[in-house]
């Protein structure tokens, strides 16, 4: 139970199942209203705010299914758990259709209706997190499905605002798990195809001999396997997005035929002798240096320059400290709706740990940690306990980019210095006091230290 008593409305025409119900609810925790007739119970409804109505269907005056209806057209939200008698079971499932919760058989046992309330209670409790964090991807923090308060990336909400409404081609880059593909769908999502299909494909994940037939589809007896015609995935995204993740690892046979149908915006299935048009707008992504993979002769120069008309380079997760708490609370609230967990929250400890860690896998190894975590201190709060260990140890935390060469101690303690100094600052919004006390360090060390460091 919440601190706050659920206030539950029981409409019944018995007397002593009023009273015995309204005893039981309240010592379970409820607060409880009665009503001895549909027509009271309605006026109840209209003064005041329930969280749940038990209601029994047959009733003087109003039965419990015109109540219902009128509930519903005045836009009561509060769920509806229909009681029946033998006999009623029909018009119970008939109430359910037109929007009650659930319904309970008389004679019950007490707990079977806490059981039931408890039902209706979870499913509440996860409409309202999912609303929630509907809220927070639409809210300040929010754009087309991304959530951040770092500059670099409001910065790139703008880019992709910016080119979302044109045709133009656009290279995602950035190390593995920063987010890519949520980027190429906010692309898709913000602009005129948004009602259009979003396909995505990973470039690494189709054998190169079936690459192919994937991308362009095919016709019968094309190959050995081609028992009728099939449309590739470029037909598949006609009029709408085609997002190539790992386009790095396209092999080079098939990159000068991805070229031709850029240039050309047609397609030629295997084993066909007509090509068609399509209108497909490409978004491309890759964690690979593309500029060093063609300088090698692994990628064709010409296809690079025919993606990389716009590019957006993601920010890793571990230069976007102060997006840590808003991620993680995020992916908590999410896998313990999805779960069916009571919400939990991250205690200072553990959130010291997660923004001091150094993510090398990105958001996706902190969607991890947090789904973990979740399963781990179902109902309480996360711990550091419920932190993997290298989380927990810190290991891939603080300044893990010094050069192997470099063995001077003095150098390793001012690099750390250095960035716990800026993670502090980061995390109180450049609050020089709050972050010397985060740093338990006095004010005036703080300042010495920003000047030594030529940090603004």
Known sequence: MTDSPKHILIIDDEENLRHMLSVMLTRQGYRADTAADGVLGLELLNAATYDFVLCDIRMPEMDGKTLLARALEAGIAAPFIMMSAYGTVDTAVECMKMGAYDFISKPFKKDEIVMVL??????????????????VVAGKDGFCGIISRNPAMREIFSQVGRIAGLKTTALILGESGTGKELVASAIHNCGARAKKPFVAVNCGAIPETLLESELFGHVR????????????????????????????????????????VLQEEEIRRVGADASRKVNVRVVSATSRDLEADVRSGRFRE???????????????????IEDIPLLADYFMAKYAADGGAVPVRIAPDAMRLLSAYDWPGNIRELENVIERATILCAGGAVTAECLPPRVRSGMGAGPAHLPDENLSI???????????IRKALLKTGGNRTKAAIILEISHRSLLYKLKEFGIE
């Open 302 to 320: 010409d296809l690079y320059f025919r993606l990389n008309v716009f590019s957006i380079t993601l920010p890793p997760l571990r230069e976007r």
């Open 118 to 135: 408890r039902k209706a209670e979870e499913r509440e409790r996860l409409k309202s997190e999912n609303r929630r964090l509907r809220e």
């Open 410 to 420: 003095k150098k390793a303690e001012d690099a750390l210095e250095r960035d716990l």
């Open 221 to 260: 007896g094309a190959f050995t396997d081609a028992s009728g015609d099939k449309a590739g995935l470029f037909e598949q995204a006609d009029n709408g997005t085609l997002f190539l993740d790992e386009i790095g690892e396209m092999p080079l046979s098939l990159q000068v035929k991805l070229l031709r």
